[in-house]
Structures are given as structure tokens and as C-alpha cells.
């Protein structure tokens, strides 16, 4: 069936330093890969996403690159603050545009 | 506007009872979702909603969960004789979707945190 596995679960960095969450996919056809930040009890919040037509994708510190014939893609924050601690979570879509979503990444960035 | 909303933020419920959780998406969008997050764990999908119908009712996890749509906006989904394994958050993702084939964008409400004592 359709699975995302995300890679690592934890993540620890210090502040200024660059963070990188990896996560691979199993549904050939998925097309749009978004990633989601969420902070502490409140909802997931769309940071970037990329969608099938494209390698990479930048939005200021924050980055995203697609190896479709990998299957794989990738989450890269630069310069890091400690307002970026939360966990991450990407997905893949699915069929019928559901999205299926990794298990997360707890990141930390210690001042 | 205003973005998803999701009522209540926390429903506490004792083992056997119904409870009931509405969504309110984004005006205007078409396609709505319902997400279920235990404890650490990541989204798992329940059941899609493209106006008022339910193409996709897949991850709904047994026949005590249910949900409907009217008039293509509100949501609400039901959970029947509650259960101590139903205790997560439950979330609400709304797009614009004008076909099935879309990658348009889902934004998500806060959420609903469900406890089954």
C-alpha cells in the first residue's frame, strides 16, 4: 500500500547550524510533496511544497528536493533559530488526493 | 478569511458514548478531509469528502466511525460507543480540489483532542 517513512525521529542541532529530515515513498504515481510544521498544540501548517515537475524548490532558509527516480525527498533548513522547534512532518499524495504523512521529525534547536 | 475552524478544541467522553466533531473549512473550497493523530504519532487518513459526497471513506477504522457533509461545507464525524483506543487528535484539512487530480494545497484547523476515559 501507500507509505512514507521519514528519517530521523529526533533531531537536535544548534542554533545557526542546518537541519536536514529525509523521507522516501512507495506510490510511484504521488505528484505533490508538501511538508508540514506543528508546533505544540495547534494544527499542521503548510512550510513548502513541491510538486512532481520540479527538482527543488527554495523559500528563503527553507528548501526542498525531489529524486522521483529515488523516490526520495528532502527537507533542508538553513541557518536554524530556535523558533524552528517543532516537529515536521511530509507527505506524499495519495490516491484520490489524500495525503500520506511520515511519521514526523521532533526537531530541536538549542540557543 | 478565516482559515479551518474544528469544534470543540477537547471533548473528554467516558467509554460507550457517542461524540460528535464539526469542521468548518476555508469558504469556498470543495474538498475537505478528516486525519486522525495518536500520541506521537504521525497523520493517518480517515475519509475525504469532495462536496457533499465521500469518494474515499478507506481509512475510517471500523463501522462505528462515520462522517457527512452538508451543502459542501460543514463536516461533522462521528464516533459511535466510544472506545479508549479513539483518544488522539482529530484533524480537518480543507483545498479548493476542483477534481480529484488536484495538488492544490490542504490547510489544516487545530484540531479536536479526544479522550476516552
Known amino acids: 500500500g501507500e507509505n512514507v517513512e521519514q528519517h530521523p525521529s529526533t533531531l537536535s542541532v544548534q542554533e545557526g547550524d542546518s537541519a536536514v529530515i529525509k523521507c522516501t515513498y512507495s506510490?510511484?504515481?504521488?505528484?505533490?510533496f508538501p511538508w508540514y510544521k506543528q508546533e505544540l498544540g495547534k494544527g499542521p501548517q503548510l512550510i513548502i511544497d513541491i510538486r512532481s515537475n520540479v527538482g527543488e524548490k527554495k523559500d528563503q532558509r527553507i528548501a526542498v528536493t525531489l529524486n522521483k527516480t529515488a523516490k526520495h525527498f528532502s527537507l533542508h533548513i538553513t541557518e536554524t533559530q530556535p523558533e524552528d522547534s517543532a516537529v515536521y512532518f511530509c507527505a506524499a499524495r495519495g490516491q484520490g488526493g489524500k495525503l500520506i504523512f511520515g511519521q514526523g521529525t521532533e526537531l530541536s534547536v538549542k540557543p | 478569511g478565516a482559515g479551518v475552524s474544528q469544534s470543540p478544541s477537547n471533548k473528554v467522553t467516558e467509554k460507550g458514548k457517542d461524540v460528535e466533531l464539526r469542521c468548518d473549512p476555508i469558504s469556498g473550497h470543495t474538498a475537505l478531509y478528516w486525519y486522525r493523530q495518536s500520541l506521537g504519532q504521525g497523520l493517518e487518513f480517515l475519509i475525504y469528502?469532495?462536496?457533499?459526497?465521500?469518494?474515499?471513506k478507506s481509512g475510517l477504522p471500523s463501522d462505528r466511525f462515520s462522517a457527512e457533509r452538508t451543502g459542501g461545507s460543514v463536516s461533522t464525524l462521528t464516533i459511535q460507543r466510544t472506545q479508549q483506543e479513539d483518544s488522539a487528535v482529530y484533524l480537518c484539512?480543507?483545498?479548493?480540489?476542483?477534481?480529484?487530480?488536484?495538488?492544490?494545497?490542504?490547510?489544516f484547523g487545530p484540531g479536536t483532542r479526544l479522550t476516552v476515559l
Open positions: 469528502f469532495q462536496g457533499n459526497s465521500a469518494p474515499d
Open positions: 484539512a480543507s483545498s479548493l480540489a476542483p477534481t480529484l487530480t488536484s495538488t492544490d494545497t490542504q490547510y
Open positions: 506510490d510511484s504515481a504521488s505528484n505533490y
